[in-house]
Structures are given as structure tokens and as C-alpha cells.
């Protein structure tokens, strides 16, 4: 019987015999099979797992992933159960992906960036140096055929992939000394993942690789000169700026990093067509949660560091920004050349880029000049 005869079915059994409706509103297996009662077939019940790569309940996408698995939850009637593990707690936080693809998990939350080893063109899904901010990653995504490119980039992998948050612009970084001019850039030790940590590189700096558990003791112990991480809520928690003097602006490197969620293909296509709308309805709810409660504690947490800790914020110069951005359009042409996936893939979210610009200039970008920010 398939999904939809079973619908049928339930739906005439639940017209043409008193009760169908108490049965089907939730009594269990057993009660329906009680002696003189229809045959109703209860509908199959699933219990997944969803990897993270964050610390357990890690704030906004640990909770996040928490939430989201408890939506599926309470959207599904309780048919679909998701137990949600931290990084590590499983599996080692970055081998969601893997796990996954081969099935040993159903779900993984974290961001596509992280999968760069095992396609380059992943990257162009989570964060872009002086790419797109959140919203208009978000109108790439759903709106502009990236979503699609993404299931075809997945698809080898036997994965489904669907935007579940994003940070909204992150900020440039804790540095221990000014960054006055691009020279500054020479030799610094920072601790910066993905296409911004190649674009440091161009710049004559070096991009060192830390565990979020590990970042604080380097900085303070001058083993890296510089990091970056999120925004001002997870940056304070982190307490950073006991251990670098000065805060920099903007997130060049992180204008909007999209996180991800990734399904295992054949779990998912196992799933009654309710259920799969079930999972990303509140997966796009879940999206914009998260960058809404980024905005939210962002805001109210950078008042926190300036106000009780006198940090220091700095602007980067426009010279300096400008000369990131040249070899950020190095760094992603050469990404783009890796293999033709990237190509076609970067081709999309170049031309959806250069496209928006022209109304982002009139919206937005004045909006923000208009009310004085
Ligand atoms: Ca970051």
C-alpha cells in the first residue's frame, strides 16, 4: 500500500466508522487491534540520530539543532524521533559528513565548509570572503537556484542538504596589535578556517588551525597573534577579550555563513511525503531562528563588551578591505578551477551576487546610511 492509498484509506476509515477519528487522533497499535475495532494501520514511527559538529547544546546552534530535532518531533505526531548528539559525543565533531553518506547516522547539523576535502564546491554554500550576507545567501539558496545546486553537488554523497541557520555577518577578529595597513598583515599568526584563512595567506600571513577548546590559551599565550570566531555573544563567551586587546570590524571573511543540515538520501526518500515536508519546514523554520537570535544576542552583547569590558573596537581601513578583497577574488577563481562542479556551482553564486548588488545599493545599503547607522 502506498502512501497515498494508505491515506485513502485511513480517510474513509475514519468517515465510516464511529471512533476512527479517537483512533487515529492517537491511541496506540494495541488499542486499535482490540477485538471488534477496524484495522486501522498505525502509521510507521521512525527514530533517527543527528550528529552536530558543536559542542553539545552549544548556544544558538547546538540549541538549534535541539529545537529542530523536537519540532520534527512535535510537527510528526511523535513519528519521527531524532536524538541529537553533540560533536563528539558519537562521532569526532567533523565526521558528520561521512557518517551520514554511509547511513550510521540519519542527520547532521553544521556547516558545509566543513566538508571542503571532500568537494571543494561546498564552500560556496557556507561562507564567501565579501561574499553575501545571510539574507542574500538565503534569496541565493531558495530563490535563486542554489538549493538545487546543492542536492546535485550532495547527490553522489547520498545526502540531502538544507540551509538550517545562519550567523548573520560575523566580526573580523581579536588582534593583539593594530592592523593599520595590509603590511600589518606580515607574519601574523591567525587562527581563521576556510576561504578566509587563504586570503591571510595572500596577505603574508599564516592561517593556524585550532580547536574552538584551544583558541583562548593560544591567544593569551601568543602562540597565534590573532582570531576570529563568531560575533559579540559567542565571542564574549569565549572571553576573548581578556586575552587580545583590540576588536575588529567588519567580518570580511564571514559575511553570512549559512549552516547546514544534511539528511541521509535513502532515509529520507524512505519517509512518507508528509514526513519529508515535516523535516524541512521545520528546517526553514529553524533558519530563521538561528540568525534571528544571532541578531538578537549580537546586539545586546556587544553593548556587554564595550560597556563592562572597555573593548577596544577597530574599523578595518577601506585600503585594507579593498586589498583583502582583490585576493579574496583570487582565492575563489582558483577554488573554482579545482574541478567542474565548482566551476558551475561558483558561476551561480557569482552571477546571483553581482546581480543583487545593483538593488542592494538602493535598498538596504542606503536604508542603513539613511537612518544614520
Ligand atoms: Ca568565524
Known amino acids: ?28 497499535p494495541a488499542s486499535d487491534e482490540k477485538p ?17 559538529t558543536w559542542p553539545p547544546h552549544f548556544p544558538i546552534l547546538g540549541e538549534g539543532a535541539d529545537m529542530l530535532a523536537r519540532w520534527i518531533d512535535e510537527m510528526s505526531g511523535g513519528q519521527l524521533k531524532i536524538t541529537v548528539y553533540g560533536g563528539g559525543e558519537l562521532i569526532p565533531p567533523l565526521e558528520g559528513f561521512d557518517a551520514v553518506s554511509q547511513g550510521t547516522v540519519e542527520m547532521c547539523h553544521g556547516a558545509a565548509y566543513y566538508w571542503a576535502g571532500k568537494a571543494p564546491a ?6 564567501v570572503p565579501f ?50 595597513s595590509i603590511a600589518d598583515f606580515h607574519g601574523l599568526k591567525m587562527r581563521i578556517p576556510g576561504l578566509g584563512g587563504k586570503v591571510i595567506a595572500k596577505a603574508g600571513g599564516s592561517a593556524v588551525l585550532s580547536a574552538g577548546g584551544e583558541i583562548y590559551t593560544n591567544l593569551e ?48 526518500e524512505q519517509l512518507s511525503s508528509d514526513l519529508q515536508r515535516v523535516v ?20 545586546a552583547y556587544l553593548g556587554k563588551l564595550t560597556t563592562e569590558h572597555n573593548v577596544v573596537l577597530r ?29 558551475k556551482v561558483y558561476a551561480s553564486f557569482d552571477a546571483f551576487r553581482k546581480n543583487i548588488d545593483p538593488w542592494a545599493a538602493l535598498s538596504e545599503k542606503l536604508y542603513y546610511s539613511a537612518i544614520g547607522g
Open 280 to 299: 524541512e519546514t521545520a528546517a526553514a523554520r529553524s533558519n530563521a531562528w538561528m540568525l534571528s537570535e544571532f541578531e538578537a544576542k549580537n546586539s
Open 131 to 180: 561574499g553575501m550576507n545571510g539574507q542574500q545567501l538565503n534569496a541565493w539558496i531558495y530563490s535563486g537556484g542554489g538549493l538545487d545546486l546543492w542536492q546535485e553537488l550532495y547527490a553522489p554523497f547520498n545526502l540531502v542538504a538544507m540551509p538550517v541557520g545562519n550567523t548573520g555577518v560575523q566580526m573580523g577578529g581579536w588582534y593583539n596589535r593594530e592592523m593599520n
Open 221 to 268: 599565550r601568543g602562540v597565534i597573534d590573532a582570531t576570529e570566531w563568531i560575533g559579540p555573544y559567542h565571542d564574549y563567551l569565549m572571553g576573548f577579550f581578556r586575552a587580545a586587546k583590540y576588536y575588529y570590524y567588519p567580518g570580511w571573511h564571514e559575511p553570512g555563513t549559512a549552516l547546514e543540515l544534511i539528511v541521509n538520501r535513502t532515509a529520507f
Open 315 to 343: 574599523r578595518f581601513s577601506d585600503e585594507v578591505l579593498k586589498t583583502l578583497r582583490g585576493f579574496s577574488v583570487e582565492v575563489e577563481n582558483e577554488v573554482a578551477e579545482v574541478d567542474p562542479m565548482s566551476k
Open 122 to 127: 561546498t564552500q560556496f554554500f557556507a561562507a
Open 1 to 28: 500500500m502506498d502512501q497515498f492509498e494508505r491515506r485513502d484509506f485511513l480517510k474513509k476509515a475514519t468517515i465510516g466508522v464511529a471512533g476512527g477519528v479517537a483512533a487515529l487522533a492517537g491511541c496506540s
Open 36 to 52: 471488534g475495532a477496524p484495522a486501522v494501520h498505525t502509521r510507521k514511527k521512525y527514530e533517527w540520530k543527528m550528529v552536530t
